[in-house]
């Protein structure tokens, strides 16, 4: 099942609309970003009790974010190039 995963999910790159249709076992997923993009979870966060949202980047500039529902299932719910990691403004200042 990864290589499916892998040519779904390189399909990304031409076509940003299909980012909401590749869902897979989290696994699976996440082991497609850690081996072809070389991603790891830069940040997460939950949607009440029904979803885990992380952001995945590589050195490299490449970026995903992935909803995680609790059956475990992971969408990938968008992905582009050129992630930058940014210091967050000083207290009461705008970012």
Same mark, same amino acid.
């Given at each position: 099942?990864?290589?499916? +995963?892998?040519?779904? !999910?390189? $399909?990304?790159? $031409?076509?940003?609309?299909? $980012?909401?249709?590749?869902?897979?076992?989290?696994?699976?997923?996440? %082991? &497609?970003? /850690? +081996?072809?993009?070389?991603? =790891?979870?830069?940040?997460?966060?939950?949607?009440? +009790?029904?979803?885990?949202? /992380?952001?995945? &980047? =590589?050195?490299?500039?490449?970026?995903?974010?992935?909803?995680?529902? $609790?059956?475990?299932? =992971?969408? !990938?719910? %968008?992905?582009?190039?050129?992630?930058?990691?940014? %210091?967050?403004?000083?207290?009461?200042?705008?970012?």
């Amino acid at each position: 099942m990864l290589k499916f +995963t892998l040519a779904m !999910i390189a $399909a990304l790159a $031409a076509s940003p609309a299909l $980012a909401q249709s590749v869902c897979l076992p989290r696994a699976d997923l996440v %082991a &497609a970003l /850690e +081996t072809r993009w070389l991603e =790891s979870p830069r940040m997460q966060g939950t949607l009440g +009790t029904s979803a885990v949202y /992380e952001m995945w &980047a =590589s050195e490299t500039g490449t970026w995903t974010i992935v909803r995680t529902n $609790a059956e475990g299932v =992971s969408c !990938i719910v %968008a992905a582009g190039q050129d992630f930058e990691q940014v %210091a967050p403004p000083p207290d009461g200042e705008p970012m």
